[in-house]
């Protein structure tokens, strides 16, 4: 068994788990990362990653983040997640797509709303409570 480590809080928390799931979750964690909190706006305490810039082009932008977002869903399936939690973490997709479809209120929300980290806490959440 090795430690769950926190990347984004470069702490370890402690729980257990096997190792193919921290290497997983780590995936996981970099891409999330790179889709919602890639870059820092200067001075501010705001990220911004490639699913807001992605979602700048109209409907096709947000289709592509859709379909790339369901990765994480698709991973979480595969570890394990309950029906239930991987049903939030698709109506975060869908939140996330959906509202991302209006001009300029879809991509404020995108700046707001992180489906990806969401969906990687859904699955850091279920691994923890074992």
Do not use: C, Q
Not at 53 to 66: F, Y
Not at 93 to 108: E, N, R
């Amino acid at each position: 068994m090795a430690k769950f480590d926190d990347p984004e809080a470069g702490v370890r928390t402690g729980e257990t788990v096997p190792p193919h799931l921290v290497a997983a979750v780590d995936r996981l964690a970099r891409f999330a990362r790179v889709m919602d909190t890639a870059i820092r706006i200067p001075g501010t305490r705001r990220y911004i990653g490639l699913d807001a810039a992605i979602g700048l082009v109209p409907i096709a932008g947000d289709a592509i983040t859709a379909a790339a977002a369901t990765w994480i869903v698709v991973e979480s399936a595969r570890l394990g997640v309950p029906k239930r939690k991987l049903a939030r973490m698709v109506a975060n997709v869908l939140i996330d797509a959906g509202v991302g479809i209006v001009p300029v209120a879809g991509d404020l929300f995108d700046f707001y709303f992180k489906a990806n980290s969401r969906n990687l806490e859904i699955l850091r959440d279920h691994l923890r409570a074992g």
